[in-house]
């Protein structure tokens, strides 16, 4: 089956197109796994964590605590479901638009597409999506602090009387001594209250 240059360069194109298609849902996997708490390091996040807010600290001063073995499992889940997904894609779009003929110029031109994606405007939408979560974080803090707020006194005040009735019964355990026992061979003797 011959197929004329056309027709490949057109299917070259699609195929290059359908790289740019598969950059895009990798950003929408990494956009997730940002929410998810895991940091894309970019010159931008560190300029947000050097900011100073009125009232409230800087959400990202303090690191998400995530291990790295939960890092790595929801890293290797995800890049596992999206292999899968393209490979999927990628066979449906080979079967319909060059019926199931595998050659290699649709591989070149969906890793190329995906390459120039990831390189260009992949970077923008990571940086992008990482000031988002910044404002989202932000946003809930101030909410959390202004809702908050009114409650501190009440929140201070019965910390206060809890810490005053722990300190009372700590000082009430000490002052109790303990009774002395003697043993005979075949009773024991109690001696003493409180001694």
């Known amino acids: 089956m011959e197929i004329s240059i056309v027709d490949q360069l057109i299917v070259s194109a699609m195929s290059l197109v359908l790289g740019i298609v598969f950059g895009a849902i990798y950003d929408i996997v990494r956009i997730w796994r940002t929410f998810l708490g895991i940091d894309y390091e970019s ?14 600290k800087n959400p990202l001063t303090k690191k998400e605590k995530q291990g790295k073995l939960a890092q790595g499992i929801v890293l290797f889940i995800t890049d596992i479901i999206y292999f ?40 923008i939408v990571i940086s992008v999506s990482e000031y988002i979560k910044f404002g989202i974080k932000v946003v809930m ?36 001594k303990p009774k002395m026992e003697l043993k005979n061979r075949k009773n024991v003797y109690k001696i003493g209250k409180n001694i």
């Open 84 to 123: 899968l997904a393209i490979t999927i894609i990628m066979i449906i779009f080979v079967y319909y638009v060059n019926s199931g003929v595998v050659r290699w110029y649709i591989f070149i031109g969906a890793m190329l597409g995906l390459l120039i994606y990831y390189f260009t405007v992949g970077k």
């Open 141 to 176: 803090s101030y909410l959390v602090y202004f809702i908050l707020r009114p409650f501190a006194p009440i929140v201070n005040f019965l910390k206060t009387k809890i810490i005053k009735i722990r300190e009372k019964i700590s000082i009430r355990k000490e002052t109790k």
């Open 43 to 56: 010159k931008g996040v560190e300029r947000l964590r050097r900011l100073k807010f009125p009232l409230i």
